[in-house]
């Protein structure tokens, strides 16, 4: 497996990411593995692999923008980034990456997902980039691509990932949303808004985003509260100011989004 000049490479320039793109792209063996550390606030700049990317937030938490949405990487958690797809990212945090990349032939994955990454698939990763640092049979490193290979399709996928409409007037609106997320917004409020009816605001809504208003929000408010609850703020606090009547509203709403209440979720994820 070819390498990188160093174990975890720092978060770099636009001319040097796009000639560490470069090289990513010039590399002829089928699994490249590499680590990377990103200062929070961090820009990524548009850009696309030939091959398929398993981007995994070691630690720290990673905003993706595409075309079609935004999706959040927590702790614990991996983006499947299909091959070509031209993405964009925002380090909301300080943020250790691992990141897969596979040859196009041996993934065809065809939209983004949100994998929730167990412990043997970390491990997996792990190894894989530390091997700069190791001497290793050639062997051995060919049976720990193998199993990841054959893990990933296994892990679960979570929905941290938050359709984004193409219409403008509806793309500002989510903006506004994001910034200041409620529980309690409804669909009259935005067809209100945007100067139509009802009936005529849900059928736009579902078309450009191909999921219901109701479902999109309580997306959009656990989505939007990750990165606050990664910085240690208090679930009370982040509860109320999205809207929620009560804490337990919103940990039996997180819990059935990410599988683990809130208090428990980032912080277990952190190692």
């Known amino acids: 497996m070819a390498k990188p000049d160093q174990h975890y490479l720092p978060a770099l320039p636009d001319a040097d990411h796009f000639r560490s793109l470069e090289w990513i792209e010039q590399a002829n063996v089928p699994v490249l593995a590499i680590g990377r550390d990103y200062g929070s606030g961090l820009i990524v700049p548009l850009h696309s692999h030939s091959r398929t990317q398993l981007w995994w937030a070691r630690s720290g938490v990673v905003l993706v923008h595409t075309a079609g949405g935004r999706w959040m990487i927590p702790p614990g958690h991996a983006l499947l980034i299909p091959a070509g797809m031209e993405h964009s990212a925002e380090m909301v945090s300080d943020v250790r990456m691992h990141s897969i990349y596979i040859s196009s032939a041996m993934n065809r994955a065809r939209r983004p997902l949100v994998l929730e990454i167990t412990a043997l698939v970390g491990s997996l990763i792990d190894e894989l980039v530390g091997l700069e640092n190791e ?137």
């Not at 990932?161 to 949303?177: E, H, K, N, S, V």
């Not at 529980?183 to 009802?198: P, Y």
């Not at 999205?242 to 952190?270: E, H």
């Open 135 to 271: 001497t290793t049979s050639d062997r051995r490193e060919q049976l720990i691509t193998d199993l990841l290979l054959e893990e990933i399709p296994r892990l679960k996928e979570r929905p941290l990932g938050l359709p984004f409409p193409q219409d403008r007037r509806l793309a500002a609106l989510c903006r506004q949303f994001l910034k200041a997320p409620s529980a309690n917004a409804n669909t009259d409020e935005w067809a209100a808004r945007l100067g139509i009816s009802r009936r005529s605001f849900t059928r736009l809504f579902r078309r450009e985003m191909g999921i219901s208003f109701v479902t999109w929000r309580q997306q959009a408010c656990i989505f939007a509260s990750l990165p606050r609850i990664a910085d240690g703020e208090p679930v009370t606090t982040v509860a109320l100011d999205a809207g929620y009547d009560n804490v337990a509203a919103f940990t039996t709403m997180f819990r059935r989004m990410l599988g683990a209440p809130p208090s428990l979720y980032l912080r277990g994820q952190q190692t």
